[in-house]
């Protein structure tokens, strides 16, 4: 990432042009990296650093960041790593300077490849966000699920969201899609070859058989079902869900927020009406990043009027949380009867994701059933002694993915989710025109859309105003 300005690349730029960027986080660090990619990256970098020997493919050299002026002063010490190109992250020549992470030593290497640029007639502009990137696709050195991947690595809140997007770079869904692209690239090339033969003497004869055609699509369409499967998981682990705890006051929803964050967040008091605005953070639920959104206690739809106006606006705040949320915790104080108010509440969420959790069980007695019998099948837990922690998460796991499972390879964000529902859509189109008979000329249009699809979620046909907006969204100098 860069402290400059983003610059708009002219309409005319070179399409070869050299670009730079620093590629490390804002602010002060103990290494800051500017990277340089381009016909133009190797011929910068010598001009910039004194070093002895030449740069080689991928091996570090010492050198010394000349100051500007010509006075022939070092402005740094820095580390120069060449890669040629094509073995590079660009597929072009790429230098990468690691100097000392001062943000003023760093935009001045910046500044001073420009002027390098300048003064040799070179083609140096710099960066724009995610440009590195678009040109390691543009290269064929990534497919555009695996720039995606870079992106989501980066973004990454938790290991497992780290551990989906390294699978994803090393094109864990190419694999999943290339079994059904290759069935579909057969059977289009068994209908075009039996339309040739067929243009002959032989018009009459059917040269693919209607069940050998049903067979081939059935064959691509199973990987596709399956991968268009697994979006609802993948874009749980990418995005993450919203859980609100709602409740009455004093139901224990601080302790329970501050039980699954592993940490106290809130402040808890035996006192009602202690948590007064909504409190959000960040966990993590077996990998997924979860928003857990603490409540002001809910007291039913008429606010008694003697209430703090705080407490009226927290509670205002706790019922536009809960519209919000992906999923809904209801709390109820396992040591008190179910309330008419709390009735109500639990009446609003009819119709959508919830878990009822019966808290403060650690101060019933054995015996006890809680409500079991108002079929809300309970999760009755402890936030005060841990217990039941473990079945709350499985369950609020179970709720927020409906079951599906991790896996690798998964769709995990819109536009590859509706490249594979195209796909399926242009084959379940060919399979009806089999069943009715129609010619393999209609049939072929249908495959070729199918192709078309899976190439646009590869990247392979995709346009540039959707690469604009892909890329658009990562950091300068990635």
């Known amino acids: 990432m860069s402290l400059l300005p983003q610059v708009a690349v002219p309409a005319n730029a070179p399409a070869n042009a050299t670009i730079v960027a620093i590629s490390t986080p804002p602010g002060r660090g103990g290494i800051g990296i500017v990277r340089l990619s381009g016909p133009s990256a190797i011929t910068i970098a010598r001009e910039l650093i004194d070093m002895?020997?030449?740069?080689?493919?991928?091996?570090?050299?010492?050198?010394?960041?000349?100051?500007?002026?010509?006075?022939?002063?070092?402005?740094?010490?820095?580390?120069?790593?060449?890669?040629?190109?094509?073995?590079?992250?660009?597929?072009?020549?790429?230098?990468?300077?690691?100097?000392?992470?001062?943000?003023?030593?760093?935009?001045?290497?910046?500044?001073?490849?420009?002027?390098?640029?300048?003064?040799?007639?070179?083609?140096?502009?710099?960066?724009?966000?995610?440009?590195?990137?678009?040109r390691a696709f543009l290269s064929g050195r990534l497919d555009l699920t695996q720039a995606e991947a870079v992106h989501d690595l980066i973004a990454a809140r938790t290991l497992e969201q780290a551990r989906t997007a390294a699978q994803q770079l090393g094109g864990a869904m190419s694999r999943r899609v290339a079994p059904a692209k290759e069935q579909l690239l057969h059977l289009i090339a068994l209908l075009e070859a039996g339309m040739d033969f067929a243009s002959g003497e032989l018009d009459d004869v059917d040269v693919v058989p209607t069940a050998t055609i049903a067979g081939e699509i059935a064959g691509a369409?199973?990987?596709?079902?399956?991968?268009?499967?697994s979006f609802r998981r993948g874009r749980l682990e990418r995005d993450g869900a919203t859980v609100a705890l709602i409740g009455r006051p004093n139901a224990g929803k601080s302790s329970l927020f501050n039980r699954l964050l592993e940490r106290?967040?809130?402040?808890?008091?035996?006192?009602?009406?202690?948590?007064?605005?909504?409190?959000?953070?960040?966990?993590?639920?077996?990998?997924?990043?979860?928003?857990?959104i603490d409540t002001a206690g809910l007291r039913g739809e008429d606010l008694d009027e003697t209430l703090h106006e705080a407490e009226v606006e927290g509670i205002a705040r706790s019922r536009e949380a809960l519209a919000d949320a992906d999923l809904v915790l209801f709390i109820h104080d396992a040591s008190e009867e179910m309330t008419s108010e709390e009735q109500e509440i639990l009446s609003s969420l009819a119709g959508r994701p919830y878990l009822v959790v019966e808290n403060k069980t650690d101060l019933l007695d054995a015996t006890a059933v809680g409500l079991a019998e108002l079929g809300d099948a309970p999760i009755r837990i402890s936030a005060r002694t841990g217990q039941g922690l473990e079945e709350l998460r499985e369950a609020m796991l179970r709720e927020l993915s409906e079951g599906a499972v991790a896996e690798a390879g998964a769709l995990n964000n819109r536009r590859q989710q509706e490249a594979v529902q195209e796909a399926l859509a242009a084959l379940a189109a060919a399979d009806t025109a089999n069943a009715d008979g129609l010619p393999h000329e209609l049939l072929l249009m249908d495959l070729h859309r199918a192709l078309d699809a899976l190439d646009a979620l590869t990247g392979q046909t995709t346009s540039d105003d959707i690469l604009g907006r892909i890329f658009s969204t990562f950091c300068i100098g990635k």
């Open 264 to 292: 106290n967040r809130s402040i808890v008091t035996a006192s009602p009406g202690t948590t007064r605005d909504t409190v959000e953070e960040i966990a993590s639920l077996n990998g997924i990043p979860v928003r857990l």
């Open 221 to 229: 369409v199973r990987p596709l079902e399956a991968l268009a499967a």
């Open 52 to 134: 002895a020997g030449k740069l080689d493919h991928a091996r570090a050299r010492f050198g010394r960041v000349r100051d500007a002026g010509g006075s022939g002063s070092t402005l740094d010490e820095a580390l120069v790593t060449a890669f040629h190109a094509p073995h590079s992250y660009t597929g072009e020549d790429l230098v990468e300077i690691a100097a000392h992470g001062s943000p003023v030593v760093l935009t001045a290497i910046i500044d001073l490849a420009l002027v390098v640029g300048r003064q040799n007639s070179l083609d140096v502009r710099l960066a724009e966000p995610g440009e590195f990137t678009q």
